[in-house]
Each structure stands twice: as C-alpha cells, then as structure tokens.
C-alpha cells in the first residue's frame, strides 16, 4: 500500500535536513546550489523534497563538520605542518616565508585559516629553494647562514662555566 510506503521512507524538505544535519537551513541551500547535496527525489509545489533514507545515505558519506575528505589523488594536497613534517622545519618557517612572498600561493585557499598545497607545488619549491648554509653548535641547535661561533658564545653555552 502506498500509504505505508511513505511511513517507512517520508519525504523532508531543508529544514528537517538541517535539523538533521546539525547545520544552519542556509548551509544546506548553499550545498544544493553547489551540488554538494543529493538531487531532490522529488518536487512538491515547487519545493524539493527527499527520501529520508536518501538524506540518511548522504549524511553517512559526508566527512563531517570540518573535516575534508580524504584527497586521493597522484597530486595530493598538503597542509602547513604536513609541509613542515616533509621538509624537517618547524612549521612557523613556513608562516615567515609565505609574509616575505618566498613560498608560492596556495593551490586550494577554500578555507582562509587553512590553506593547501599540491604535493608537486610544494615539491617545486623545495628543489628550487636557496640551501641554506646549516651546521649543528655544540648545544645541539642549528645555526643558519654563520660560517662559525665565537669563543664568547662558545662559553655561554656552558651554565657552569663563567667568562
């Protein structure tokens, strides 16, 4: 009976998606616009409407709130501290560089605070980038760019010890 058949899988418009969703009614006109939401199994005066179990499939293949999708691609992209990670730099390097315009543009600048680069883009970079001159001090840090150490800062390095 057709009756039935509704009870079991009605029909939902965007609001009840929202609700559902856990997201705002403008989030989920916005993922229709873009088609990021699956096309209305049907339309009612004008409006779309949904199988709920249509809506309950797409919810359980969406990544989550403020989570991406894995990218799964030959040319991944990467963030600022998988970058730092492959490179062996802390990840603050990465964020002075890119003030001083000597680290490309992002290749996916979809969300402002986070954005990312593709694995070729950031490979580019790294084989095109000045080596700086690096040797390890006595004390474990790097030095960047100095030929050497003075004896003064040789001895400071030793708390114990006074010059």
Same mark, same amino acid.
């Given at each position: 009976m057709?009756g039935s058949e509704?009870?079991?899988?009605?029909?939902?418009?965007?609001?009840?998606?929202?609700?559902l969703?856990?997201?705002a009614?403008?989030?989920?006109s916005?993922y229709?616009a873009?088609?990021?939401? @699956? &096309?209305? *199994?049907?339309m009612?005066?004008?409006?779309p $409407? =949904?199988?709920?179990? /249509?809506?309950r499939? %797409?919810m +359980?293949?969406?990544?989550?709130?403020?989570?991406?999708a894995p990218?799964?691609s030959d040319?991944p992209l990467l963030s600022?501290p998988?970058?730092?990670a492959?490179?062996?730099i802390?990840r603050?390097?990465?964020?002075d560089?890119?003030t001083?315009?000597?680290?490309p @543009? &992002?290749? *996916?600048?979809?969300?402002?605070t986070r954005? $990312? =680069?593709r694995?070729s /883009?950031?490979?580019? %970079?790294? +084989?095109d980038?000045p080596k700086p001159?690096?040797?390890?001090?006595?004390h474990?840090k790097r030095?960047?760019?100095?030929?050497?150490?003075?004896s003064?800062?040789?001895?400071?390095?030793d708390p114990?010890?006074?010059?």
């Amino acid at each position: 009976m057709a009756g039935s058949e509704r009870d079991d899988d009605p029909l939902i418009g965007i609001a009840e998606i929202a609700k559902l969703a856990g997201v705002a009614r403008g989030t989920i006109s916005h993922y229709r616009a873009t088609g990021r939401l @699956p &096309p209305a *199994d049907i339309m009612l005066a004008d409006r779309p $409407r =949904w199988h709920l179990s /249509t809506i309950r499939a %797409w919810m +359980a293949a969406r990544p989550g709130p403020g989570r991406r999708a894995p990218d799964t691609s030959d040319d991944p992209l990467l963030s600022i501290p998988e970058m730092a990670a492959l490179a062996g730099i802390h990840r603050q390097s990465i964020y002075d560089l890119r003030t001083r315009d000597r680290f490309p @543009p &992002p290749d *996916d600048a979809a969300v402002r605070t986070r954005p $990312r =680069w593709r694995k070729s /883009t950031f490979e580019r %970079w790294m +084989a095109d980038r000045p080596k700086p001159d690096a040797r390890a001090t006595s004390h474990g840090k790097r030095v960047w760019g100095q030929t050497g150490i003075s004896s003064q800062e040789d001895d400071q390095s030793d708390p114990g010890r006074r010059p």
